[in-house]
T-cell receptor, first 115, second 110 residues
Framework: GAVVSQHPSRVICKSGTSVKIECRSLDFQATTMFWYRQFPKQSLMLMAT?????????EQGVEKDKFLINHASLTLSTLTVTSAHPEDSSFYIC???????????FGPGTRLTVT | GDSVTQMEGPVTLSEEAFLTINCTYTATGYPSLFWYVQYPGEGLQLLLK?????DKGSNKGFEATYRKETTSFHLEKGSVQVSDSAVYFCAQNRDDKIIFGKGTRLHILP
């Protein structure tokens, strides 16, 4: 149980385009979903926290107009990277929580490459 | 600010060797501490946790003890297996968020 999926697993897009990443909790309802970014040999950096039906809370330094997060249902959250640039290339990981913050179940991640 | 520091990898060991991955933390309060594991191609999984000083978390032969006096939460296993090859993340919680270390890649040779 407690499976979280991400789609796509890898995506390559051209500079200036937008790309959407989906995060789904497959067998539980997620009251909260988290989006992380991971650079090579770096820790996971929390980008934003989203609760179903409300606006996401972004961490300091994360541009909310560039990284659009939608949490429309208790099983789906999406991250849209708008007007992507090569510096946005990274590994994006989502997690979903049914309750307490440490009960986070992680997706396998999405590798974004912007050319 | 609050942070987690863990030993850099990769760590390469032979099967049945003893494993220690060091982790220290800085925090203004008394966080809960965690070890997560990420197997190749999979998402992070919670391996073990400890919620207060002197607690010992354990799972799958791995152990870690919450040491307030040294602000440490070192991960240990007495006899590693090839299947333990993965990336291990030490973490703490702060409010409703989790702060991760950079991860340590572990390679176990048969």
């Amino acid at each position: 149980g407690a499976v979280v999926s991400q789609h796509p697993s890898r995506v390559i897009c051209k500079s200036g385009t937008s790309v959407k990443i989906e995060c789904r909790s497959l067998d539980f309802q997620a009251t909260t979903m988290f989006w992380y970014r991971q650079f090579p040999k770096q820790s996971l950096m929390l980008m934003a926290t989203s609760n179903e039906g409300s606006k996401a809370t972004y961490e300091q330094g994360v541009e909310k107009d560039k990284f659009l997060i939608n949490h429309a249902s208790l099983t789906l959250s999406t991250l849209t990277v708008t007007s992507a640039h090569p510096e946005d290339s990274s590994f994006y990981i989502c997690s979903a929580s049914p309750g307490a913050s440490y009960e986070q179940y992680f997706g396998p991640g999405t590798r974004l490459t912007v050319t | 600010g609050d942070s987690v520091t863990q030993m850099e990898g990769p760590v390469t060991l032979s099967e049945e060797a003893f494993l220690t991955i060091n982790c220290t933390y800085t925090a203004t309060g008394y966080p809960s501490l965690f070890w997560y594991v990420q197997y190749p191609g999979e998402g992070l999984q919670l391996l073990l946790k400890a919620t207060k000083a002197d607690d010992k978390g354990s799972n799958k032969g791995f152990e870690a003890t919450y040491r307030k006096e040294t602000t440490s939460f070192h991960l240990e296993k007495g006899s590693v297996q090839v299947s333990d090859s993965a990336v291990y993340f030490c973490a703490q919680n702060r409010d409703d968020k989790i702060i991760f270390g950079k991860g340590t890649r572990l390679h176990i040779l048969p």
